[in-house]
């Protein structure tokens, strides 16, 4: 199967609750594929599945994907697609950030 590697970039800010995050998709053995997302925090694995199999058509079939947080190690692979990224930390360093900022 296609192996995937997701890792937080930056969040952007918005009304709350809502929180979006830019996320760094890296496939691990071809570099030429690999692209950003912008995507709710509170999205599920299942939804950046369903991205990667859209952005890459019919190369990618989804019972094939697997992501993993940060890095490509066992420890790190998300074996729960119903899981949102906020339940996986992706994303919580920046929303803390941008929540300890004064607005306009």
Known sequence: GDSYVINDALTFPTAPPEQWVKLSVRLVTWGYLN???RVRRSARVADVVDAIVERHGASVRPGDVRLYKDDASA?????????????LDIGAAAAAQSKGRAGP
């Open 75 to 87: 420890r790190n692979l998300i074996k729960d697609s119903m899981l949102t990224l906020e339940e």
């Open 35 to 37: 692209f950003s997302l």
